[in-house]
């Protein structure tokens, strides 16, 4: 069976060697410390899309989300690797990096047919060898990511402090959602839900593929449990209609 999405996401960075490289024919070179901002962001729903519309459009999928990442990254920090519908960024600061994100998740909002995207930062020092970033604070960084879902930005207390010292202050919010265990840290974590007023959505989530949808009246829609659910295509609404339950809780995180 496959790792799930969490279990990829927070494994990304190991205990034994918490970095990867963007240039994997980079000579050996001096050990630097570093203070930096690391972020993980993947595609929420990736494995359902998947599921419901098959490889071909997985690799659309993967493509546009390619492209949209260095789009809002090249200017500001670093994507230090992409893999998939996985990306691990590397910023100078908490406030580049959720300039970046700003412009990330403003390009993604309210496109019908793509999913929404979940990310995770953290902010602190780390080792950094031939282009590969190893330690702690980029393990962390991909255990918040892990525990994001779609279009949230989670982020830890050294990001926050940061943040509410800019701009960012008047612009975002930052709900506290507490204490997490994380897994092989022996103490849970604050964590923190950072909310932006430029991306409010006006489309709603397929809950079967988890595709952007466009609430229009003439759509592919359902009642149930006293609300109305879209869906992209009457494939999705038909899967739906036959197991209800299997896409209702929690909005399925992978």
């Known amino acids: 069976m496959p790792p799930t999405r969490e279990k990829q996401l ?54 546009s989300f390619n492209r949209l990442v260095h789009a809002a990254v090249d200017r500001l920090g670093t994507v230090q690797e992409l893999s998939g519908d996985n990306a691990f960024l590397v910023f100078p600061d908490p406030v580049l990096a959720l300039q970046a994100l700003s412009q990330l998740y403003s390009a993604i909002a309210d496109q019908q047919g793509l999913p929404l995207v979940r990310a995770g930062l953290h902010h602190g020092p780390a080792l950094l060898r031939a282009h590969r970033y190893f330690g702690s604070t980029v393990n962390l960084a991909a255990r918040t990511a ?57 489309y709603e989530i397929d809950p079967v593929c988890q595709m952007q949808v466009e609430a229009q009246r003439d759509g592919n829609t359902i009642f149930l449990e006293g609300r109305q659910w879209w869906f992209c295509s009457s494939a999705c609404a038909q899967r739906f209609e036959k197991t209800p339950g299997v896409f209702l809780p929690n909005r399925r995180r992978e």
Request: negative net charge; hydrophobic residues 45%; proline residues 4%.
């Open 146 to 202: 892990a525990q994001a879902v779609g279009g949230e930005i989670l982020c830890t207390r050294p990001v926050v402090d940061a943040l509410a010292l800019h701009d960012w202050a008047r612009t975002a919010t930052f709900e506290h959602r507490g204490p997490v265990a994380l897994k092989n840290l022996p103490e849970p974590i604050d964590l923190y839900a950072i909310s932006m007023t430029n991306l409010a959505r006006r």
């Open 10 to 63: 927070a494994d990304h960075g190991t205990d034994n060697a918490g970095g990867v490289h963007a240039d994997a024919g980079a000579a050996t070179s001096v050990d630097q410390s570093v203070l930096a901002t690391f972020c993980f962001v993947d595609i929420a729903g990736y494995t359902a899309l998947t599921d419901s519309h098959g490889e071909r459009a997985a690799a659309d999928l993967v493509d």
